[in-house]
C-alpha cells in the first residue's frame, strides 16, 4: 500500500490528518505505529486552533525525522531541514490555497461554533482528506527530489 493509500485509511479511521501522516510513514522513519501516532496526536486541525494544517505538520515531522539535525555546529545539516520545511510549507500552500487549517476550511475551528458549522457542513469528511493527500503528494515529491539529487 502506497503512503497516501495508508495516510487516507489512518484518517478515515479516525486518527487526526497529523498522526495519518506521520504514521503512513513511521517505518521509514524508525518509529513503531504506535510512536507515530502518539507524536502526531496533539498537531492535528491545526493544533486544535485552526492554524498550520495537521497534515502538513505530519509531513514536516517525517521531513525533520529523514532530513532534519541534531548538532546546531552542523551548517549543512540545518541548511538542508531549512530547504526541506520551506519547500513543504510553499508546496502544500500551493496546492492547498493556504497552510492554515482555518483558511483551508473557511471556519475557525478554534471557536465552538465555529468547530460546530465545519463539522455540520462535513467538512472535515470532505476537505481534510484532501488535505492529507495533499500533504502526502508534496512530502514524495520532497522525498524523490532529494533522493534524485542527493
Known amino acids: 500500500m502506497i503512503h497516501q493509500e ?6 478515515n479511521r479516525g486518527f487526526h490528518c497529523s498522526q495519518a501522516v506521520l504514521a503512513a510513514y513511521a517505518d521509514q522513519c524508525g518509529l513503531t505505529e504506535e510512536k507515530a501516532l502518539k507524536l502526531g496526536a496533539c498537531f492535528g486541525s491545526g493544533m486544535r486552533k485552526g492554524e498550520v494544517c495537521g497534515a502538513c505538520t505530519g509531513a514536516l515531522m517525517v521531513l525533520g525525522i529523514l532530513y532534519g539535525y541534531d548538532d546546531p555546529e552542523n551548517q549543512k545539516s540545518k541548511q538542508t531541514a531549512d530547504e526541506v520545511n520551506d519547500r513543504m510549507m510553499d508546496g502544500f500552500a500551493q496546492a492547498c490555497g493556504s497552510c492554515l487549517c ?7 475551528i478554534s471557536k465552538p461554533e465555529e468547530k460546530q458549522q ?3 457542513k462535513n ?8 488535505m492529507v493527500k495533499n ?16
Open 6 to 11: 495508508k495516510a487516507v485509511e489512518y484518517f
Open 102 to 108: 482555518k483558511e483551508i476550511l473557511g471556519y475557525d
Open 118 to 120: 465545519a463539522r455540520e
Open 123 to 130: 467538512l472535515f469528511r470532505e476537505v481534510c482528506p484532501q
Open 135 to 150: 500533504a502526502v503528494n508534496v512530502l514524495e515529491d520532497i522525498i524523490r527530489e532529494r533522493r534524485e539529487n542527493g
